[in-house]
């Protein structure tokens, strides 16, 4: 019965463990195949979607917002063609706040897209800035409540004059500004270009992997989190300050959320 495409933008892999779990209830409960684009890609081929077919959108949240360049990559390649595909969205933060990021995946997902968004989620995942901030999830309790999460949103699919939900957030979207600042790398840096290769913005040089193009870095942490040897990452004032910003809220335990 169709596919389940699942329309990921995961730089650090919070966001496609969770997206995973949730997908696999909406697939099991549809009886079809899963298909995974990974928007974190400098190029990705488009998909194309058939009748029977779902799709589930899903982000990270950086600073109350989704990250511009995931709604860059999905106009530029993703249309349902003026298919009806119902949809979900999934918005992944690291325990502070999600604030307009769900809805703005929404938007992107609807009217940017095409698609009919008929379900929302927000899940927890370690910050990718403070490893301890969330540690561990999403946890084998989170996985199996977005499997049920992906269950009820498959029910929902199912009914033919589903209502589009109300969704958390504001327009217009709260002002974000990024950090001033790009990984740092050290001495034990071996070249091997990982970083360089995964990059999703190419804002890391070519055989020069400590120079980063402040202008193109979206401070996404897939280059610390790759990094084998461990020879990346912020500046210690940064980690001080993100530390210190995120105390209030590094012991709360913070629930994922379904909105139908």
Known sequence: MGSCHVLHFSPTGGVLK?????????????GCELEFWDLTRRQMMPPVFADGDVALLAGPVFGGRMPALMGERLRDTVQ??????????????GNRAYEDALLELADW?????????LAGVTAL??????????????DAADEAQLEDFGRKIA???????????????????????PMPVTPVTTGVCIACGRCVMRCPTGAITIGKPEEIDPARCILCMRCVSICPVQARSLPEAAQKAIAQKL??????????????
């Open 155 to 177: 029910a929902k699919m199912q009914q033919p004059h589903a209502e589009v939900p109300g969704l958390p957030g504001n327009r217009p979207y709260r002002q974000w500004t």
């Open 125 to 138: 995942a370690e910050h990718s800035m403070c490893r301890s901030v969330a540690a561990g999830r999403p």
């Open 247 to 260: 105390a209030p809220v590094a012991q709360v335990h913070r629930q994922n959320e379904l909105f139908l």
């Open 80 to 93: 349902t063609g003026g298919k009806p595909v119902p949809a979900a969205v999934l918005a992944v933060y």
């Open 18 to 30: 969770a997206a995973t779990a949730l997908a696999r209830g909406m697939a099991e409960a549809r």
């Open 109 to 117: 997902a609807g009217a940017g897209c095409g698609f009919r968004v």
